[in-house]
């Protein structure tokens, strides 16, 4: 069966500071990949979106990047915070060649201070 | 952007009562979506009804799709303690490249044992 794991379960980093949050899926090739950030009481919001490795597609202007070196890993990252940063990541995947179900992991709590 | 958005934001009910969330969206679909989030967890897929169906049971849930008023009703039936949880539906647009699920705000359910 399929899982998909992400860490840190939480993180609390300075304004200013790097970020590496990183996903991986087991049980299933090819996926797409997703990160989203949920602000608290808030909906989704999708960051980023991936097809296949290398491949990233950015819905959202800002300060954070994706980047897919493998065919199951997902990386989140930014090189300097802000405070707006904060909030729940999620990564998610679902089948490839569409979209239908996704399935998420259990997210990473990000708190800038 | 949001394309769903959920009503009511917020449902408290008995345990044992039904419970009833709607979804309103925009633009045209392929499908739509519903998932359940426990505080500070990863999202849960529940159901998918796709744009050419109009009503799907699983279990205690059941979904309606009116695709002409755009809008979708997840009905939770006898209701219990641990069915408490945001509810989010998310839509699927159509066309090529449809790889988004857009989420709305979310109804939080509270179930009162």
């Known amino acids: 069966s399929q899982t998909i794991h992400q860490w840190p379960a939480t993180l609390v980093q300075p304004v200013g500071s790097p970020l590496s949050l990183e996903c991986t899926v087991e049980?299933?090739?090819?996926?797409?990949l997703y990160w989203y950030r949920q602000a608290a009481g808030r909906g989704l919001q999708l960051l980023f979106y991936?097809?296949?490795?290398?491949?990233i597609s950015s819905e959202v202007p800002q300060n954070l990047s994706a980047s897919r070196p493998q065919d199951r890993q997902f990386i989140l990252s930014s090189k300097k915070l802000l405070l707006s940063d904060s909030g729940f990541y999620l990564c998610a995947w679902s089948e490839g060649g569409g979209i239908d179900t996704q399935y998420f992991g259990p997210g990473t709590r990000l708190t800038v201070l | 952007s949001q394309q769903g958005e959920e009503d009511p934001q917020a449902l408290s009910i008995q345990e044992g009562e039904n419970a009833t969330m709607n979804c309103s969206y925009k633009?045209?679909?392929?499908?739509l979506q519903w998932y359940r989030q426990n505080s500070g967890r990863g999202l849960v897929h529940l159901i998918l009804?796709?744009?050419?169906?109009r009503e799907k049971h699983s279990g205690r849930l059941r979904v309606t799709l009116d695709t002409s008023k755009k809008s979708s009703s997840l009905l939770i039936t006898a209701s219990r303690a641990a069915d408490t949880a945001s509810y989010f539906c998310?839509?699927?647009?159509?066309?090529?490249?449809?790889?988004?699920?857009?989420f709305g705000k979310g109804t939080k359910l509270s179930v009162i044992p």
């Open positions: 991936s097809v296949g490795i290398g491949q």
């Open positions: 998310a839509t699927v647009g159509v066309g090529a490249g449809s790889y988004q699920l857009t």
């Open positions: 633009t045209s679909i392929n499908n």
């Open positions: 009804i796709r744009s050419n169906e």
């Open positions: 049980g299933t090739s090819n996926p797409n």
